[in-house]
């Protein structure tokens, strides 16, 4: 069937924030599809409130919409630009629900709209519960024995008659939200209530347990003709119980018989028919590890993360062929790209071994627990590609950059046999660690999967590599032994732990002894056929197959690695563009990047990928083989950064800034010195190592202080400390988090925080923008609302800041990008950091000015004058309009964390409103962000001394807007001593009916509860605000926020918003 | 034990021997599945080829002996990446070193079978020795390596006496020339009574028990060595029984009917092969394993038209018989391993002996 001609203009609808649950993959899989569209010829519109993404490019699409996805939007949009047909499978559970929400309104009939890609009727199927249960039993596919519930009495009555524990599923939540098992009865009701709430339709799943058994994973395709392939299945190592999106995962599945992953095949085919979706589909089966039952746990009709998982690990893209499928064509009809010979109606074949890691945020949430559930956590992954399971889990491990880079990492040594039978009850990111412990500890195979229910196929694997850190630690190292320890992924640096020797020498053996990796291809089909586009991976002990090229100047791209907090997708966006960049130029280009979600590593971004972790080593194989002229740091984040000095080592020029003048800007000395030859202030601090002299420092310098480890990103273990017993606390934290740096203690000052991103080329520097920030310095920059054009601070200031960010441009030799923060006291700027390469907010500031900031500095790095490029350096005049970049948080999935703002960065990702004024810019933000008032119009206020002056004028306009506010005893006081009708609410301590019994009744719409600074020692605020944030209420603990909030509210109607095509900027 | 792996065109690969440690020459082939490895290692149609996967993970879930597709392994000899030191799986009864031990199936480990299917894909499908011999050189087995053809294997690998799966539904002959068992058992599954009978039995006697339908099955070799059989097969298509016939059944049938087959430069074995059922223009996902083909251009419209074909290479994959109640696929719907997405075509032929008998 060929492409449908009545399709000619689609609105694609994109996933929004990154928030925990939805990730990064969304950006990949839309820019593919958009990409795959336009190829076609056809009109894209996109809709996504996302400004950090390369789908919302002017290049992926021709119209370009950052704007908040609610449905009264999308019907605003849909009027205006007159789409033929909306594409909503491609923007997660967002996307869908919100193609729900519509079709539900009647909105796409009374227009002449089309949704294509899936029906309604499928996502009615497959989405909601009773649905889905009736169409699996009409077809014969078993489901565990469940009940929609609407209610938490019904609940009771159900799980009594099936049998604790129950797994407990909202429906249309995405990422397993609120979800939960319940293993007695007060379990049921508390989750059960909160499950209730956060459903968009008022449902939950009762279901059967079936934890412990196999999870097992199908990526399906299906066309509009009938033909349905399978792309590939996945083995969860963490059997049921742990979200798929925390497991750790094996592609192709390992344990499975030719009669078991056949019998889930069929299965899968037979829903995605009775379905009729036309495109992908992820089916998630749990199967009992000893019989041939199973269970369909989960359809989604639209891609997913493991869709792009999938993708990644076999080759085929899964969101481009679906998008293919949705305008029409047959999957016999669409060429496989890798192969360029074989069609997309096969599949995929591999022969090699997939690994996919979680990266898990408790490095960012101290606090929270780590266990995990069927609610996920995970804000990323690493996948690694391996012809054996053991080097594949070796280097996804070393990919995670959370300090570990074996099976040793974490030390279980002092725990005895017992603790470890014990700890194992509970699953937690660290359990294969735990699992290794207990293997040197001689606990059985049997024992271990007793407990841990993985199949001891991986038990054994992980007892493998512990026996080879036994024998590489008792014996000589020989040749054969060191060649063996290469093969299943043992880095030289555990080797030379483990040997007594230098790392130094065990790279000096592999090279005398030709030990070195070789990179094999991801084609698709095993090397049945010669492929055209492919990626690499690397063994040892085999064959090279990278096609030897020379003919083009090569440049070595290194990517971000995981989305973490800190260091989102906005990297990945920098890479790509930068590639692409270098790519018009004439380079060939190499990707290395480890991130299976990012658009940096589909596989026709760059002329070449390598699928490997970021560590000196892995890349120093790639520079061997491909011998770059040069390779570029600054668009990667700290990750690529953290390996310039290896790439000098190496003899790789770095292109750009030198790894000199990057050191200079981390080092405090030398940055003093610099400034101070600039003649720029900077707030007073000292560098020290202890808490002795870290506490002489902020003494000296007068409470309150920032204390921070150098060499950080996203703030991480940064703290304000407002007495002696903090620092000694905040130092002790840092000093657990493996710290070779030394710690900064610094002045903090409060004034306004103003940001700006600039290309420099040497001599001229370009600042697109200058950015201010909402909230008052002290809360992470990533965690601010950010505004641009600055509106609050001076033309003087704004002069100071151009001058003084070509001055440290200057003096820091910058080539290329450069991002600093300054605080505005008055008329007085302080600047607080300088990153001498890309920053999160460079994806936004590009986007809302229209200025190309990632291709200019390429340009710039290969040595083009900013002149030459047809600007005028200097700051660029401003917008006629305000664009406002809003952090968005996924505190409700990580139980136990502070949400808190404050110097260490906490949110997930970003939204923007952009309108022609500031109000409206503001109100589209806060709405982009979900946070939509008012239902009850009731709020809580507790706000801490400081604030409480700030307060009343807040309160009293919330009042004017109909607002019933309740404050506890020292606000109420403030609020009422200010004529305003406040009602007094009981402290936590104190007996019900409190504060708390008052957010749990759910009737408040918004909780303003400001933290006090340093330590809170009491844990009243943590709870309200914990509870609040599980109960769905929003919070806002910062006091500006609350005025930002307030601002946009008094000011906009959301009926009349106008709507922006960022593409004609 | 160290074991050589040495091939004809001079590519010598050095791995570990598993199995039986004894000299073996063979055509060596490279299969694609994932998941399968004991059906492949006893489907009959490997008879005289030695298989490469290139799965590199191989034996982790064991031997299950019900998943045997025959009595035995018939491959000459077994090329891996990595054998699992455990199998895990509830249905598991031995290991694979154990089974290929048991069965004297030689084999070698630890090779780089990326880069062995790598060759084969170029240069095609080539014989080579599985040796422990560390004194083996090119120049010494290469006369027998060129010497080596898989001759009249099907012989070989045929029942030696008829034997019948009860049934009360429709009566099937199945000829088999090297069948895989779940053929039978597609068949008997859905109620039939299946008599096998060795591959030499002569058209008359089938004739003579006066079957439904006639089944023909998959077998090894190249078909223009069946010789015989192709004989006995000119005459069952004379009859008006309805005939279904896969793989090697295909092959002799086209060849008993005028047509030509001819040798695929590596051959098609996996279960990712994607087969377009030319009439609807459906496409299945099928599980292949031949190393000859039907050539399209060599039939006679008035006898034989093409049914299905591959969508990667557009080789033929089946064959509607005009006139006859006759239909042959290349590819196998009795799949194991591999997508089972083709097994409705034996009740197709179900309904095709249904059809006839009730006419």
């Known amino acids: 069937m060929p492409k449908n001609p009545e399709i000619k203009k689609v609105l694609v609808i994109g996933s929004g924030p990154i928030v925990i649950g939805q990730a990064a993959e969304f950006d990949y899989a839309g820019t593919q599809a958009c990409r795959s569209l336009k190829e076609e010829g056809l009109e ?142 007060a379990e049921l009701e508390e989750i059960l209530a909160n499950g209730l709430r956060l459903s968009r339709v008022g449902q939950v799943l009762v279901e059967r347990c079936i934890a412990g058994w196999k999870e097992i994973e199908y990526e399906v395709m299906r066309d509009g003709a009938g033909n349905c392939i399978t792309v590939c299945n996945m083995e969860n190592i963490d059997p049921v119980g742990v979200h798929t999106g925390d497991s750790i995962v094996v592609a192709p599945s390992q344990t499975l018989g030719d009669k078991e992953y056949q019998m889930l095949r069929t299965s899968a085919l037979n829903i995605i028919s009775e379905l009729k979706i036309t495109g992908g ?169 007793e407990i841990t229910k993985i199949d001891v196929w991986f038990i054994d694997k992980i007892a493998i590599l512990v026996e080879m850190e036994e024998t590489l630690k008792g014996r000589e190292l020989t040749v054969e032994l060191l060649k063996e320890a290469k093969r299943m992924g043992f880095p030289d640096n555990v080797i030379a732990n483990l040997t007594g020797r230098s790392e130094k020498e065990i790279r000096a053996m592999r090279y005398e002894n030709a030990i070195l990796a070789a990179y094999k291809m991801v084609d698709t089909c095993a090397a049945e056929f010669a492929a055209s586009t492919p990626y690499y991976y690397s063994v040892f002990g085999s064959e090279n197959e990278v096609v030897k090229t020379r003919d083009r100047k090569k440049v070595l791209v290194l990517g971000s690695g995981p989305i973490r907090i800190g260091q989102g997708i906005e990297f990945d966006f920098c890479s790509v563009h930068c590639t692409w960049a270098f790519s018009k130029e004439g380079y060939e280009t190499i990707i290395v990047n480890n991130n299976p979600e990012t658009v940096s590593t589909d596989f026709d971004i760059a002329d070449k990928l390598y699928f490997e972790p970021l560590t000196p080593e892995d890349v120093e194989s790639i520079v061997r083989l491909e011998k770059p002229d040069g390779a570029v740091v600054q668009f990667g984040g700290q990750t690529a950064i953290k390996l310039t000095e290896a790439l000098m080592k190496m003899g790789v020029p770095i292109l750009g800034t030198s ?206 004058k900013i002149r030459d490029l047809g600007y005028t350096p200097g700051l660029q005049p401003e917008a006629d309009y305000f664009a406002v970049k809003m952090p968005v948080f996924s505190f409700e999935k990580i139980r136990g964390a502070d949400i808190g703002l404050g110097p260490e960065m906490k949110s997930t990702g970003e939204c923007l409103g952009i309108a022609k004024t500031f109000n409206e810019a503001l109100y589209k933000a806060f709405l982009g962000a979900g946070i939509c008032l008012p239902r009850h119009k009731n709020m809580i206020m507790t706000v801490r001394d400081e604030d409480k002056e700030e307060a009343v004028e807040i309160a009293k306009r919330f009042e004017a807007l109909g607002y019933c506010i309740y404050a506890t005893k020292g606000t109420a006081r403030v609020l009422m001593e200010a004529d305003i009708q406040v009602r007094l609410t009981r402290k936590l301590e104190q007996e019900s009916p409190n504060i708390l019994d008052l957010i749990l009744g759910h009737k408040i719409d918004l909780v303003i509860d400001t933290p006090s600074q340093g330590i809170e020692h009491s844990h009243d605020g943590f709870v309200i605000r914990r509870n609040a944030i599980e109960t769905g209420v929003n919070v806002l603990t910062a006091i500006d926020t609350a005025r930002a909030l307030v601002t946009s509210l008094e000011n906009t109607d959301e009926k009349a918003l106008t709507l922006i095509d960022i593409a004609q900027i | 034990m160290k074991a050589f792996l040495i091939l004809e065109d001079g590519h010598i690969f050095t791995g570990k021997s598993i199995g039986s440690s004894r000299e073996v020459v063979s055509e060596i082939v490279f299969n694609t599945s ?242 377009r059922d030319l009439e609807t223009g459906k496409v299945y996902i099928s599980s292949q394993n031949h190393g000859y083909a039907v050539d399209t251009e060599s039939l006679n419209p008035a006898i034989a038209m093409p049914a299905f074909e591959n969508v990667n290479d557009k080789t033929n994959e089946g064959l509607r018989y005009k006139g006859k109640n006759i239909f042959t696929v290349q590819f196998h719907p009795e799949a194991c391993p591999g997508p089972q997405d083709s097994s409705f075509l034996f009740d197709r032929f179900i309904q095709m002996m249904e059809v006839r008998k009730h006419a």
């Open chain 1, 44 to 185: 894209v519109v996109l809709l996504n409130s996302n400004p950090a993404t390369i789908m919302t490019d002017k290049d992926i699409a021709d119209r370009v919409y950052i704007e908040p996805l609610t449905a009264d939007v999308v019907e605003q949009l849909i009027l205006k630009e007159k789409p033929d047909s909306v594409l909503p499978t491609l923007g997660g559970q967002a996307g869908l629900n919100l193609a729900m929400e519509l079709e539900e309104r009647g909105f796409f009939r009374k227009n002449n709209v089309r949704l294509i890609g899936t029906t309604s009727e499928t996502i009615k199927k497959a989405e909601d519960r009773l649905e889905f249960k009736s169409t699996m039993e009409k077809i014969g596919e078993p489901v565990a024995a469940s009940l929609v519930v609407e209610n938490v009495e019904d609940g009771i009555v159900f799980s009594n008659q099936i049998g604790y524990p129950v797994v407990l599923r909202p429906a249309y939540t995405l990422g397993g939200s609120g979800g939960g098992i319940a293993h007695n009865q």
């Open chain 1, 281 to 449: 589909c992820n089916v998630q089966y749990a199967l009992h590890p000893e019989s041939f039952e199973y269970c369909v746990i989960e359809v989604n009709p639209r891609v997913s993360r493991s869709s792009a998982l999938a993708s990644k690990a076999t080759g085929y893209p899964i969101a481009k062929v679906a998008a293919k499928i949705a305008i029409g064509y047959t999957l016999d009809e669409i060429p496989n790209a890798i192969t360029g010979q074989t069609m997309a109606s096969f599949e995929p074949m591999l022969d090699y071994c997939v690994v996919k890691l979680p990266r898990l945020p408790f490095d960012k949430f101290i606090s929270a627990k780590r266990t995990l559930t069927t609610q996920m956590k995970a804000t990323g992954e690493v996948m690694s590609i391996c012809d054996n399971f053991e080097g594949a889990l070796m280097k996804a491990i070393r990919s995670l950059e959370q300090h570990v880079d074996s099976l040793m990492s974490y030390d279980f040594t002092s725990l005895s046999k017992e603790e470890i039978l014990n700890r194992l009850n509970v699953v937690d990111d660290r359990r294969i660690w735990l699992i290794a412990e207990a293997i040197r500890k001689d606990i059985s195979y049997e024992e271990i999967h």
């Open chain 1, 659 to 864: 790894a000199e003048n990057v050191d200079a800007a981390e080092d405090r000395e030398l940055f003093d010195q610099i400034l101070e030859d600039c003649r720029i202030p900077r707030p007073k601090g000292h560098t020290v190592f202890t808490a002795e002299e870290a506490k002489k420092a902020a003494n000296e310098l007068g409470y309150p202080v920032l204390v921070r480890p150098s060499y950080v990103l996203g703030g991480q273990g940064m703290q304000i400390a407002i007495n002696d017993r903090d620092v000694e606390e905040f130092i002790g934290i840092i000093n657990r988090i493996a710290q070779e740096h030394p710690i900064l203690v610094d002045k903090y000052l409060q004034g306004k925080e103003i940001e700006v991103d600039a290309v420099c080329d040497g001599e001229d520097i370009l600042i697109p923008g200058i950015m201010e920030h909402i909230e008052r310095a002290g809360i992470h920059s990533g965690d601010s609302i950010s505004v641009y054009p600055a509106r609050s601070i001076s033309p003087g200031v704004k002069a100071t800041i151009e001058e003084y960010t070509r001055r440290l441009a200057r003096s820091l030799h910058v080539i290329g990008l450069i991002n600093i923060q300054f605080i505005a006291v008055g008329d007085e700027v302080y600047v607080i950091e300088v990153n001498p390469r890309s920053s999160r907010t460079v994806p936004y500031i590009s986007k809302v000015t229209g200025i190309p900031i990632v291709p200019l500095a390429t340009k710039v790095i290969l040595g083009n």
């Open chain 2, 34 to 275: 994932m998941t399968g490895y004991l059906e492949v290692l006893t489907d009959p149609s490997y008879a005289g080829q030695a298989v490469a996967m290139t799965y590199p993970l191989i034996g982790n879930y064991g031997i299950c002996h019900n998943d045997m597709e025959s009595q035995k392994p018939w491959l000459d000899g077994y090329i891996v990446r990595e054998l699992s030191r455990i199998p895990s799986n509830f249905r598991s009864e031995d290991t694979i070193q154990n089974f290929l031990l048991k069965h004297d199936i030689p084999g070698i480990a630890g090779i780089d079978t990326r880069a062995l299917t790598k060759l084969l894909r170029e240069s095609g499908t080539m014989n080579g020795m599985i040796t422990t011999d560390e004194n083996a050189s090119y120049e010494k087995v290469l006369p027998k390596l060129k010497a080596y053809s898989t001759g009249k294997v099907v012989e070989r690998v045929t029942c030696q006496e008829p034997f019948t799966l009860e049934g009360d539904g429709c009566r099937v002959a199945l000829l088999d020339l090297g069948a895989k068992k779940n053929i039978a058992h597609s068949l008997h599954q859905r109620g039939c009574r299946v008599t096998v009978y060795p591959a030499s039995t002569s058209a008359r006697e089938i004739c003579e028990a006066r079957p439904d339908g006639i089944m023909l099955s998959n077998g090894p070799g190249d078909p223009k060595e069946c010789t015989s059989i192709i004989e006995e097969i000119q005459k069952l298509y004379q009859t008006d029984i309805p005939i279904f016939a896969i793989c090697l059944g295909h092959q002799l049938m086209a060849l008993a009917t005028g047509a030509d087959t001819y040798k695929l430069k590596y051959g098609h074995r996996g279960g990712n092969h994607p087969v």
